[in-house]
């Protein structure tokens, strides 16, 4: 046997590690973000009980091995070789598919990639095969599209029915328990957990343990006493919830923790197949063949029955959770859902606007408009209070995107339909259900208002769209590297093997201080609220002063590289500015309702200065490096001499208003204004020479735009940073009258 086939073998197990982290990555959202969302227990139980369901749905996952060695194509067609091309081609794409949607924050289905990866590499495997005939003299198939086909039926029933069903059982759940639930769940708790508890506790039996051999017995037994099982579940969980509620215990994250749990073991029992499956038909393949010796031997043998060796499994699962605990990009695409499904005053929406989404919300509000007109006025009363939202007091600082009542549901409804989607045989997907059913309780929770309903339903449709992206770039790029791994043999598999490793292996970003400061000021303290914002404000002025610096020193250098990096930090510094108002509400929220009008005056002010002042260091440092970039005639000598006195000058005012700011003590406020009268006479005679340049044709006219540019920008910057200085010191002055 070629040494080739035994570098790929080896290859592809080490692959098993880079699909396991980015599955998990991506996949880790269907069942940590209701725990996550609603704050149901501390970030490590959550973590801990989701990695006990994970490996011990790990070990029951040996029977959807099927899936990857013959679901999509018929291995009896294909020799050793091929099959082992095609492994590899689906194993590269996978990898690279994955963490691309992983970077970018969107969740995604690993089933559709594995499904449409294997087809696209089967595709590309047969364009090199001579047609092979049958009995009656036709050409055979040799690809399974029907799978592609019903996969595609999948998602656009799982995207409707997920959505339509989270908003009907979010709305009558509301309905019920209303945002202030917990008379209503001492009256009717037991009960409703317990109905959530039955279908959670189904849906791992089902789904999780379907496919082990140890829960065969177990599975037919349930199968042929449904009912029975049914109300046994329902009748002890509900007692147990009733007693759990009479020591005090909060059922609810019960419920959830539970939910979790489940969904959990379903990912793993089911979804690890999309991860280890694939190397371990390579495995098996190569083994086969190592037999015989023959790389041409066809692999009907793949048909077979295959039950995974316990250990690999093991081992799986524990790649699996130290995935989970230590992945960031888990937490980035966590993001994704709970930003879409939040409350509507938490702070910027990650999506924009589109035409397509204000148009539905449009037609949303016109609906709404009719109901209205044609609902009992009394009816539309008791509805309205029903879902009368709580406020920031009533909440309190342990509520998260959202209550107890809404991640259970999500949890309950996501298995639910999963159960009936399974014995339907129909191919639903534990992304696009989870996902749907938070973005339809989230509607009918009023969570999607028409202030944020456009910025929602574009981020719900950029998603759905990247699930059908995935399908399409999985094919085309399984069908693109498997023609590679074809043509280029060994140095195809180390190259690609190489970029793999570079897209797993986590990089170091550098986070620029402004962004840590936006995180910090989320505590639900007030103290710390307010001490942050100090800090905040310090660690922006430096930052704003380093990079002025630097741009028009590599400015007058014309240098490209470092003005792209600077263009790259303003920006940053802008996009926190602009998020920082988005948190502003929020951040007022947490103030003490004696602090709330003076401190938060001069808050405001504080937020809306410094915004104003990143947005002039944003049109000084792109016009910038636009000019150098566009290899325009750079600055003259006596232009040079202008901007570095007035460099200088920016400088040396900015580093007095930094050590004002940094030892809150603003005696030398009085300076500081003197100091910038100087620095816009510096300026008024910068441009008065220049014009004079201009008169005589002494410069070129892009250096002459870019030039006057700085300077008002500069002033405008300035000027800024002048009432951002005032305006802190009177916020820290109230801080301190309040104080005492």
Not at 15 to 36: E, K, M, Q, R, T
Not at 106 to 131: D, N
Not at 269 to 275: E, H, K, P, T, Y
Request: charged letters at 15%; proline letters at 2%; hydrophobic letters at 50%.
């Amino acid at each position: 046997m070629s040494a080739i086939y035994i570098f790929a073998v080896v290859v592809l197990i080490l692959l098993v590690i880079g699909g396991l982290y980015v599955g998990v990555s991506n996949d880790a959202v269907n069942f940590l973000n209701s725990a996550y969302g609603s704050k149901a227990a501390p970030k490590k139980v959550i973590l801990t009980i989701a990695s006990v369901g994970i490996l011990i749905g790990a070990l029951t996952s040996s029977g959807m091995m099927e899936v990857a060695r013959s679901g999509v194509y018929y291995p009896e067609y294909f020799t050793f070789h091929e099959v082992m091309i095609l492994f590899l081609g689906v194993m590269f794409a996978n990898v690279i598919l994955l963490d691309v949607f992983n970077s970018l924050g969107l969740p995604t289905s690993t089933t559709v990639a594995l499904v449409f990866g294997l087809l696209g590499s089967a595709i590309a495997v047969a364009l090199f095969k001579e047609p092979i005939l049958g009995p009656d003299g036709n050409p055979v198939t040799l690809i399974n599209s029907g799978k592609a086909l019903a996969m595609i039926a999948g998602i656009l029933l799982s995207v409707v029915v997920a959505f339509v069903t989270g908003t009907i059982l979010m709305f009558i759940s509301r309905l019920i328990f209303t945002f202030r639930y917990h008379k209503q769940l001492r009256r009717w708790g037991a009960l409703w957990c317990g109905v959530a508890f039955t279908i959670i506790v189904y849906f791992a039996l089902i789904k999780g343990l379907k496919s082990s051999g140890m829960a065969v017995d177990l599975v037919a037994y349930i199968h042929d006493h449904t009912a029975l099982c049914i109300f046994v579940v329902f009748a002890a969980s509900s007692l147990l919830m009733f007693l759990l509620q009479l020591c005090k215990v909060n059922i609810l994250k019960i419920t959830i923790l539970a939910g979790t749990f489940s969904l959990a073991l379903a990912f793993a029992g089911n979804d690890l197949v999309n991860f280890i499956g694939v190397p371990l038909a390579g495995l098996d393949s190569w083994k086969i063949a190592q037999a015989t010796g023959n790389p041409d031997m066809l692999m009907g043998a793949l048909n077979n029955p295959v039950k995974a060796d316990t250990l690999f499994l093991v081992c799986s699962g524990l790649i699996m959770i130290f995935t989970l605990w230590t992945s960031k990009k888990t937490e980035n695409v966590s993001d994704t859902e709970l930003s879409l499904s939040s409350t509507q005053d938490d702070g910027a929406e990650k999506f924009g606007s589109s035409a397509f989404s204000r148009a539905i919300v449009r037609v949303a509000v016109g609906c709404s408009r009719w109901f209205e007109d044609h609902t009992p006025k009394r009816m539309r009363a008791a509805i309205a209070h029903r879902f009368e939202a709580p406020s920031a007091a009533e909440l309190g600082t342990d509520f998260g995107q959202y209550d107890l009542i809404r991640a259970a549901v999500n949890l309950t409804a996501g298995s639910m339909l999963i159960i009936i989607g399974t014995s339907l045989q129909l191919p639903l997907s534990t992304t696009y259900v989870t996902f749907m059913v938070a973005m339809g309780s989230s509607l009918a929770d009023k969570a999607w208002g028409r202030e944020s309903a456009v910025y929602r339903i574009t981020g719900v449709i950029t998603v759905v769209a990247g699930w059908f992206v995935t399908g399409l770039a999985a094919f085309v790029l399984s069908i693109v590297i498997t023609l590679l791994l074809h043509w280029g043999g060994m140095v195809a598999i180390i190259v690609l093997s190489l970029v793999c490793v570079y897209m797993i292996l986590p990089k170091k970003k550098k986070a620029t201080e402004q962004t840590e400061t936006v995180k910090v000021n989320l505590s639900d303290n007030e103290n710390e609220v307010l001490g942050n914002i100090v800090v905040e404000v310090c660690q922006t002025m430096q930052t704003t002063t380093n990079i002025y610096a630097q741009t028009i020193e590599a400015t007058l250098r014309e240098d490209r590289k470092a003005l792209r990096t600077l263009v790259r930090q303003s920006n940053d510094l802008f996009y926190a500015a602009r998020e920082r108002k988005y948190a502003m509400l929020p951040t007022l929220h947490k103030f003490h309702e004696e602090n709330y009008i003076d401190t938060g005056h001069y808050y405001v002010q504080v937020v809306d200065y410094i915004s104003e002042m990143c947005k002039a260091l944003v049109h000084i440092t792109r016009p910038c490096f636009e000019h150098i970039d566009n290899n325009h005639r750079g600055m003259s000598e006596e232009q040079v001499e202008d901007l570095t006195t007035i460099n200088n000058s920016v400088s040396e005012l900015y580093t007095r208003i930094n050590d004002m700011l940094q030892a809150n003590d603003f005696a030398s406020i009085d300076l500081v204004l003197a100091m910038r009268d100087e620095l816009f006479e510096l300026i008024a005679q910068a441009i008065k020479n220049q014009l004079r340049r201009i008169q005589n044709n002494s410069t070129s006219t892009k250096a002459s735009m870019l030039y006057l540019t700085i300077l008002n920008e500069t002033k405008t910057m300035v000027l800024q940073s002048r009432n951002l200085l005032k305006s802190q010191k009177y916020f820290v002055e109230a801080q301190r009258t309040e104080s005492k």
